[in-house]
């Protein structure tokens, strides 16, 4: 017997954590929640719309402004902003460039957190951030901690935006990963870092599929524990 649970994935940036994410959820038939991609879409409207982001009366203006859904398109999870297709400009330079300053906003977080656990309340779920196995779901049944080495990490990125057609330059990316890494690690709200009950994995020497098929046996074996 098996018990649905809820996953939790949390680590640095460009660690692999949607690529695990969205295996274990095709593979257990589970929801995925990308939360940084809902950090992200808050950027990007930030961005469009010239939002002072010092200012809270600002922020909080376009939080009540912004709508973020998930829909899968082409067997793919796709981010939508106020009904518009964002999957692919949320994903590029000035987003990276701005996101974790406007994650790090309290008022910016109250809001995605919220949001994350009305869409995340049935078991059967699986998220990846920053902040899930300490603030969003601290009761999750796994906890997933991911690194891997910054190399590693700044060539995968590179791979990911040259296959999109981008062109950035190797230190560009590991001066984003990095600065990203630091904000996100020393913010004052809810910073990154590792649940007392997380298990972490350094995936700098492991394939997809043998981390995929290391974590699932991991997902499997809760899921017992849980229903024995
Ligand atoms: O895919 P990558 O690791 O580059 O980043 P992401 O997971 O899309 O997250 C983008 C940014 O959103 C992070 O650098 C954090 O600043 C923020 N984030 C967060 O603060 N809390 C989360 N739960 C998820 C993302």
Same mark, same amino acid.
């Given at each position: 017997?098996?018990?649905?649970?809820?996953?939790?994935?949390?680590?640095?940036?460009?660690?692999?954590? *949607?690529?695990?994410?969205?295996?274990?959820?095709?593979?257990?038939?589970?929801?995925?929640?990308?939360?940084?991609?809902?950090?992200?879409?808050?950027?990007?409207?930030?961005?469009?719309?010239?939002?002072?982001?010092?200012?809270?009366? *600002?922020?909080?203006?376009?939080?009540?402004?912004?709508?973020?859904?998930?829909?899968?398109?082409?067997?793919?999870?796709?981010?939508?902003?106020?009904?518009?297709?964002?999957?692919?400009?949320?994903?590029? +330079?000035?987003?990276?460039?701005?996101?974790?300053?406007?994650?790090?906003?309290?008022?910016?977080?109250?809001?995605?957190?919220?949001?994350?656990?009305?869409?995340?309340?049935?078991?059967?779920?699986?998220?990846?951030?920053?902040?899930?196995?300490?603030?969003?779901?601290?009761?999750?049944?796994?906890?997933?901690?991911?690194?891997?080495?910054?190399?590693?990490?700044?060539?995968?990125?590179?791979?990911?935006?040259?296959?999109?057609?981008?062109?950035?330059?190797?230190?560009?990316?590991?001066?984003?990963?990095?600065?990203?890494?630091?904000?996100?690690?020393?913010?004052?709200?809810?910073?990154?870092?590792?649940?007392?009950?997380?298990?972490?994995?350094?995936?700098?020497?492991?394939?997809?599929?043998?981390?995929?098929? +290391?974590?699932?046996?991991?997902?499997?074996?809760?899921?017992?524990?849980?229903?024995?």
């Amino acid at each position: 017997m098996e018990k649905k649970i809820t996953i939790a994935v949390d680590g640095f940036a460009s660690c692999g954590k *949607s690529t695990l994410a969205k295996g274990i959820a095709k593979a257990l038939d589970y929801a995925y929640i990308d939360t940084g991609a809902m950090y992200r879409a808050v950027t990007l409207y930030c961005i469009e719309n010239e939002v002072n982001i010092k200012d809270d009366a *600002s922020i909080q203006n376009a939080l009540d402004a912004i709508d973020i859904r998930f829909k899968t398109i082409d067997g793919k999870n796709t981010t939508f902003l106020n009904d518009k297709n964002v999957e692919e400009d949320i994903r590029k +330079m000035p987003v990276n460039n701005l996101v974790s300053e406007v994650a790090a906003i309290s008022l910016v977080r109250r809001a995605m957190v919220r949001q994350q656990q009305e869409m995340g309340k049935e078991k059967g779920v699986i998220l990846d951030g920053r902040d899930i196995g300490t603030v969003v779901f601290p009761d999750a049944e796994l906890k997933l901690f991911m690194t891997a080495n910054i190399n590693v990490r700044t060539q995968r990125r590179l791979l990911e935006l040259q296959a999109k057609g981008q062109t950035v330059s190797l230190e560009e990316i590991a001066k984003n990963l990095q600065h990203r890494d630091h904000i996100d690690s020393t913010r004052a709200d809810s910073p990154l870092k590792q649940a007392d009950d997380a298990i972490v994995i350094d995936n700098s020497n492991l394939s997809e599929s043998e981390q995929l098929a +290391m974590c699932l046996a991991l997902s499997k074996l809760r899921m017992r524990e849980e229903a024995s």
